[in-house]
C-alpha cells in the first residue's frame, strides 16, 4: 500500500505532514486539497461550514504521526467503526492492532513511535490490507 502523495509505502512513510494528510484522507474521511494561495499546504474539510455562513472551513489536518492527542482521533475513528483496539508496551517497545476479527489484523512495525504505528496500522486497516 502507498501513500496517494509520495508514493512511499505504507511501512516506510516517516512522520510527517504527507502523512497527516493521508490518514486525514484515507481513515477519518476528510476532504484534502492543496492551499490556493499556498500550494505546498495541504488542508482537510471534514463538513464543518463556518458558523452563520454558506463557506467551507478547510484548515491543515492534525499531526496525527506526531502528537498523541491527535493520534488517539484515529484511535476513537476505528473503535467507533467498530475495530477492536489493542495498544500496549512490554517495556522495549509499543504494539498497536486494529482488528475487525481474527482474519483481519492489521498492525505496524514495533519498532516505529506510538503515534506512527497508530498512523500505519490505521492506513492499513482503512485500506483492507
Known sequence: MKCPHCQTEVDEHEANRCLDAWVAEAVMGWQIRNNP?????VEYWDGTLLTGLKYEYWREPPYFSDDIAAAWEVVEKLNDAGYTVDIRNDRVAWSVVFMLDEDKKYTADWKASLFLQ????????????
Open 37 to 41: 494561495d499556498i500550494p505546498s499546504i
Open 118 to 129: 497508530i498512523c500505519r496500522a490505521a492506513l492499513k486497516a482503512a485500506g483492507g490490507e
